[in-house]
């Protein structure tokens, strides 16, 4: 003959494991939401990081169009000795070419450090 024999709270185990399977849940859904979280702030710094190296670049530009600036100021701040037809003629096509290189300047690399300025400008991150 066979003995038998049970434990006498089966229902302690089950509850026991009902609890951790709660708290697992309970893991679960906290991770999942530091996930996002994280996810979150690393997109927004990954669009910071983008925004201050379009800054840069912006910086770089202004940099270069000021320099750009101050040698046309020097030639415009010129007072040239004329002295016949020839020389006029000379510093007339001088300035013409000047006032070209002007509009070249003011639709090209101005105009793009405008552009790049309103995206930066426009610059914001949100949560999605």
């Not at 690393?42 to 840069?56: D, G, H, M, S």
């Not at 002295?83 to 096509?93: E, H, K, P, T, V």
Request: proline share 2%; no cysteine.
């Amino acid at each position: 003959e066979h003995s038998q024999w049970k434990y006498e709270k089966p229902e302690e185990v089950s509850a026991l494991e009902t609890e951790v399977q709660a708290l697992w849940a309970m893991l679960t859904e906290k991770s999942d939401e530091k996930q996002r979280v994280l996810d979150d702030h690393l997109a927004r710094e990954e669009y910071a990081e983008q925004t201050r190296l379009l800054a840069a670049q912006h910086k770089d530009a202004h940099s270069a169009l000021v320099a750009w600036f101050e040698n046309r100021k020097a030639y415009l701040n010129v007072k040239e000795a004329i002295d016949d037809i020839q020389s006029a003629n000379l510093q007339l096509g001088f300035l013409d070419a000047y006032k070209q290189e002007k509009v070249d300047t003011t639709n090209g690399p101005l105009a793009s450090l405008k552009k790049l300025g309103d995206e930066i400008r426009a610059a914001e991150y949100k949560t999605s």
